[in-house]
């Protein structure tokens, strides 16, 4: 099991990418921290899958490790003409999608807005039932509006196990990298590359963000917007290539104002930390960005054994 404890949200591979001299740099968003790091450090979340470790090691496999070939046809401007490489980076982005901090953010708001729905109406309809609950429980006998509010505290604490389990987190992120592939299977690649002198790209830990038709910088869950809306699905490959999804086929030289605009939704999405190429000086452009909006918060994490 320690074998698979630390799981990479971002492949190693794309990470690699924004690494010179074996580092890449690091921009903690809490503290603002700028440090070098490895790879391997960077963008990953222990045990993310801890009800089977080695089925999802396998399953990211399937397309890490095809991954390589379809990143050296991007660099050499062929990727176009390949179609086994340009599946591999649609199911690239559709693996970024459901193994992401994003999914594991909208778990826990999902069973919070459940846990508020349920607690109203239980409070409402079986106060009795709690309360006597309560006592047998704990052996105390509450009266009033506080005490029946903590009995149904206790409940919901107790029954929450029950619910968000390490095996239903793991089916609802496989399902939806498999609903993910079959829907990008059927659109069209886009890359897109700097033009000489107008910057390069970051990479933020939620980097594959599905974005609305209303170009708003914020997307994905904490944006509202799911894979069925999204207008494009936009992710960088390293600092020079970004891929998207969309209805035609494109390899485009962009200007520095666009690349702006994607490394603000990389800025904007990102939960916990941001990395680019050392050298690149990305700190105030991340610290300007996150300031526009108010970023939805909430706790990170997943249902563990």
């Not at 079986?126 to 149904?152: D, K, N, S, T, Y």
């Not at 960088?236 to 666009?258: A, D, M, N």
Request: net charge neutral; glycine share 8%.
């Amino acid at each position: 099991m320690a074998r698979y404890r630390r799981q990479h949200l971002v492949s190693r591979v794309i990470i690699s990418r924004f690494s010179s001299q074996g580092h890449v740099a690091h921009l903690e968003l809490d503290s603002g921290e700028l440090e070098p790091r490895s790879p391997a450090s960077c963008m990953y979340m222990p045990n993310f899958i801890s009800a089977a470790p080695a089925e999802a090691e396998q399953l990211w496999s399937s397309v890490e490790n095809r991954l390589p070939a379809a990143l050296a046809s991007v660099d050499d401007g062929t990727i176009l003409d390949r179609p086994q490489h340009v599946a591999t980076l649609k199911d690239c982005v559709a693996l970024h999608v459901a193994r992401s901090k994003a999914m594991a953010w909208t778990r826990e708001e999902s069973l919070q807005r459940a846990s508020s729905k349920l607690k109203a109406e239980i409070m409402a309809t079986q106060p009795g039932w709690l309360l006597e609950r309560f006592r047998q429980q704990h052996r105390i006998i509450g009266v009033g509006f506080q005490a029946l509010e903590m009995a149904a505290d206790d409940f919901i604490r107790a029954a929450a196990p029950m619910v968000n389990t390490p095996e239903t987190f793991w089916a609802s992120v496989r399902e939806l990298f498999g609903y993910s592939k079959n829907l990008f299977a059927g659109t069209a690649l886009e890359i897109v590359s700097p033009e000489a002198g107008a910057g390069e790209f970051l990479l933020g830990d939620f980097p594959a963000v599905p974005l609305a038709k209303s170009a708003q910088l914020l997307g994905g869950p904490r944006g509202g917007v799911t894979i069925d809306d999204a207008a494009t699905v936009v992710m960088p490959l390293g600092p020079k290539h970004l891929v998207g999804l969309g209805p035609t086929s494109r390899f485009e030289h962009v200007p520095e104002v666009h690349v702006n605009t994607l490394n603000g939704i990389q800025a904007m999405n990102a939960l916990h930390e941001a990395c680019f190429r050392p050298g690149a000086d990305f700190v105030d452009f991340v610290k300007t960005t996150r300031q526009l909006a108010v970023l939805p918060g909430g706790r990170l994490r997943t249902p563990q054994k």
